[in-house]
């Protein structure tokens, strides 16, 4: 049996392309969702009390959809890098943070090979608030320039869904339910 979750992230990627009515949509899909499914569709929809000749389009695209990251930096200590991540957790600008363990950190600063202890701080988060997660972790970061590093993220379409559903809305997105 077919993951229902990532058939209907796909049905929603879909129809997104198209205008349709909300009366050909119905209720059915969102009622058949998974709990977190069915939370993504109401946040990310046009109610569908909406007029039957009234245009209903998903506000989550395709670039939306499938369109995170995961953002990588360091931090001189744990309780620094906990406190950054609760800070952008609370900001809704990243959906998950994970602090290791510290680590050494070998580097060129003013032309000399530095050497010291770090912590990593792993944020997972969407494309579109990178910008916004930037500005707000170099207002909290201690380094003149701190590594901000990210790299096209994947994965299954529930885990997907719920990071979208607890990430701010897309920026343009009008939802009314």
């Given at each position: 049996m077919r993951d229902r979750t990532a058939d209907l992230l796909h049905a929603m990627q879909a129809l997104s392309q198209l205008s349709y009515s909300p009366k050909k949509l119905g209720a059915r899909i969102i009622g058949s969702a998974p709990k977190g499914v069915k939370n993504f569709l109401t946040k990310n929809c046009h109610s569908a009390k909406a007029q039957s000749n009234q245009a209903f389009s998903p506000h989550i695209t395709k670039s939306h959809a499938m369109s995170f990251c995961i953002v990588l930096t360091t931090f001189p200590t744990a309780e620094l890098a906990k406190q950054a991540a609760h800070d952008l957790l609370a900001a809704r600008l990243a959906a998950c943070a994970q602090v290791d363990a510290a680590m050494t950190a070998l580097y060129w600063w003013d032309g000399q090979i530095q050497q010291d202890s770090e912590v990593r701080l792993l944020l997972k988060t969407r494309r579109d608030l990178l910008n916004a997660l930037e500005q707000r972790l170099r207002s909290l970061h201690p380094y003149q320039t701190p590594q901000?590093?990210?790299?096209?993220?994947?994965?299954?379409?529930?885990?997907?869904?719920?990071?979208?559903?607890?990430?701010?809305p897309p920026a343009g997105a009008s939802i009314s339910i």
């Open positions: 901000f590093l990210h790299v096209k993220a994947d994965g299954s379409a529930d885990y997907l869904a719920w990071m979208n559903s607890v990430l701010q």
